[in-house]
């Protein structure tokens, strides 16, 4: 299981100690892809709890794909204190997943690279529908990488802000 041994959540880090900011003062952009429609219901709802747990107001921006998520990250990111990507790509029988998955993960590293501002790395990268589903966050799903990757994004810029 992929879920093992995964950090505290944001509830739990936020009492550990004072930060320079509370996450409602954050601004946090959320670009999700529109393919695969109910997945990426479960990855939004994700996120959107997520936020509304740590009372932070979110931006959505939908875009077509995964592989568009990275010009969008990158357009985000100087205006907002970090950015979270939501998408999915599954294996088919041609090259296309490797070449999507591999545009999608480099265009966001260099995104936040780039300009310092986290962005929540929440595309699934799956062989089957069903591998999906199970990581969407939806009614039986094993995992919520939605909620994972918002949390992971305002953990980095809160951490990141005492030092900046």
Do not use: N
């Amino acid at each position: 299981m992929s879920g093992h041994g995964a950090p505290q959540g944001l509830d739990a880090q936020l009492k550990q100690g004072p930060t320079t900011a509370g996450p409602a003062d954050l601004r946090v952009a959320v670009v999700a892809a529109q393919w695969h429609e109910r997945i990426m219901d479960g990855l939004l709802d994700g996120a959107r709890r997520a936020a509304a747990e740590a009372g932070i107001a979110i931006t959505e921006v939908r875009v077509p794909g995964t592989f568009e998520l990275p010009v969008a990250a990158a357009r985000l990111a100087t205006r907002f204190d970090a950015v979270v990507a939501l998408g999915v790509v599954i294996r088919g029988g041609t090259p296309h997943f490797e070449y999507v998955c591999t545009g999608a993960t480099q265009g966001l590293v260099d995104v936040s690279v780039r300009t310092g501002t986290p962005v929540g790395f929440g595309v699934l990268t799956c062989d089957t529908e069903e591998q999906a589903l199970d990581r969407a966050g939806l009614e039986g799903s094993t995992e919520d990488k939605g909620y994972e990757a918002f949390q992971a994004a305002v953990l980095t810029e809160l951490v990141l802000r005492p030092v900046s």
